[in-house]
């Protein structure tokens, strides 16, 4: 609308209360003089007024959850979690099933010779019957293996569900406190150095560690 | 000088298992005097006390002292500095090793292990039995 449309149109709006009332207008009377003009009354602009802060603040709302949401998407890791942790703990797993069946094996082993010992009834039977039972507490040395890996299986586990717990509090301000930071490369702590079983193909022997061990004199 | 198999030698590990698997080699071995400790700070407690320990074997990753630290208390101890000390753990980094040894680790055994290599290692630290 331009300028002269607008002065026509107010003088159009006005024209009627000032014929009615006069320039002068009296403190009572301006609720009806603005309606008379602009069509609504104080209270409706005020009303008016009140549902467009709402949608302000709805809309403000909305943004900063879509903001949140964004952030717990990043920090979700999901190409770290799928190109690292998963398959870790994937390898794990079948070193487990591989650690026990192998003890296994071996106390099935040690317990048939046992048997076979005592059958053939050897005078020498007490030594041969302890170098088998030597193997046996040997090999329930998995237990003790297995369990450390079972450990960093789990803590995979609770790593993706303390990720999967901060997407779902997105927009309620608890994902945000709860959020692990990014991770930061610290200088080696004794932390650093606790890390487990290593996967068998990676792990040193102990004739490696020896030779470390002698080569650090 | 031959090795007194009536030493007493504290065992610490978190793996109650592994504990009993270390006392009934040991005992193979032909010792018996055998303390345990679930994880360093218990077994602090224990070296302080009245008993003298002849060898400390150990597992590094523990709540809530770890073996390294508690290698390192030992160390810093006048009155347990030279109590040797075996280290037998599943880290078998490098990095690990080179830790444990400029701790003064006195020798170093992965896990899994046999009876054979704990023998070897036992006697090269506290001598032929």
Known sequence: MGETELTKELDARFAAPRERLGDTVEIADIEAVMTAIFGSS??????LAERE???QSELGQSMAFMRTAREELAGLEVSEIRRTRIPDANDELEEIVSATETATNDIMDAAERIEALVAEGDDDLPDRVTVQITRIFESCGFQDITGQRIGKVVETLRHIEAKIAGLSGAGDGAASADREPPAEKAAPSD?????GPQASGEAQSQADIDKLFSSLD | MAVEKDMNILIVDDYKTMLRIVTNLLRQLGFNNVSEALDGAEALTKLREDTEFGLIISDWNMEPMTGLQLLKEVRADE??????FIMITAESKTENVIAAKEAGVNNYIVKPFNAETLRGKMSAVIGDF
């Open chain 1, 53 to 55: 802060r709402h949608v």
């Open chain 1, 42 to 47: 104080p209270s409706e602009l005020t009303a």
């Open chain 1, 191 to 195: 932390a650093d150095l606790l890390n």
């Open chain 2, 79 to 84: 009155n347990l500095k030279h109590t040797p």
